[in-house]
């Protein structure tokens, strides 16, 4: 199996600040056409979660620019440039591997405003 | 606009079984991947199951695998889960989170989730 592993597992931040978070897989998961199926998901309080990004770098519509997704083989990193308050919440990265199919999802950052 | 909105949660005994359901709409059902995800009361998210658009293909994480059956009636637009032999460690919010289209229905997708129904198992 595949494990996934976020860290920091808390990440306080200050308005305006850029805050990074890092997933690591166990295992290279890049398929033959060069793609690794790697998500990110924002999860406010009480509300579903989100896909912000896909792909390790394609941003969904509707998300702001300040949220960008970078990394291969194993090292993948959400940065959010210039925090608002309405980026408090729970974020999960996700790894797809096939086949067959089976998806990881990371332990989850809780990101909070100091 | 995609709506998907999961019902049939509530209290059921250790040994239990519940049946879940997930009503589509917005986007056409039958060629779209479907997955159910889980999470345990202030925990993380798990991934439980997922079916192919057609029904053919299933596939379930290690925690489920023998217990829980995924199923979709395309004509219905709705997507189940049946949850047999429940234990205390399967209480969480459940939620169906759309797949990808056609051929790419288990690589894709997870851009849509419900609201999520919550399952409790206790005596």
């Known amino acids: 199996d595949v494990a996934v592993t976020q860290s920091p597992l808390s990440l306080p931040v200050t308005l305006g600040q850029s805050a990074s978070i890092s997933c690591r897989s166990s295992?290279?998961?890049?398929?033959?056409?060069?793609?690794?199926?790697l998500n990110w998901f924002q999860q406010r309080p009480g509300q579903s979660p989100r896909r912000l990004i896909y792909?390790?770098?394609d941003r969904d519509s509707g998300v702001p620019e300040r949220f960008s997704g970078s990394g291969s083989g194993t090292d993948f990193t959400l940065k959010i440039s210039r925090v608002e308050a309405e980026d408090v919440g729970v974020y999960y990265c996700?790894?797809?591997?096939?086949?067959?199919?089976?998806?990881?999802f990371g332990q989850g950052t809780k990101l909070e405003i100091k | 606009q995609v709506q998907l909105v999961e019902s049939g949660g509530g209290v059921v005994q250790p040994g239990g079984s519940l049946r879940l359901s997930c009503a589509a709409s917005?986007?056409?059902?039958?060629?779209?991947?479907m997955h159910w995800v889980r999470q345990a009361p202030g925990k993380g998210l798990e991934w439980v199951a997922v079916?192919?658009?057609?029904?053919?293909?299933?596939f379930y994480g290690d925690s489920v695998k023998g217990r829980f059956t995924v199923s979709r009636d395309n004509l219905r637009n709705t997507l189940y889960v049946q949850l047999n032999r429940l234990r205390p460690e399967d209480t969480a919010v459940y939620y169906c989170?759309?797949?990808?289209?056609?051929?790419?229905?288990?690589?894709?997708?997870?851009?849509?989730w419900g609201q999520g129904t919550p399952v409790i198992v206790s005596s």
């Open positions: 989170a759309l797949g990808g289209y056609t051929s790419g229905w288990y690589s894709d997708g997870f851009d849509s």
């Open positions: 917005g986007f056409p059902f039958s060629s779209y991947g």
């Open positions: 079916t192919s658009y057609d029904g053919v293909h299933k």
């Open positions: 295992q290279s998961l890049e398929y033959s056409d060069g793609t690794i199926y």
């Open positions: 792909k390790v770098s």
């Open positions: 996700m790894l797809g591997k096939y086949w067959p199919p089976t998806y990881s």
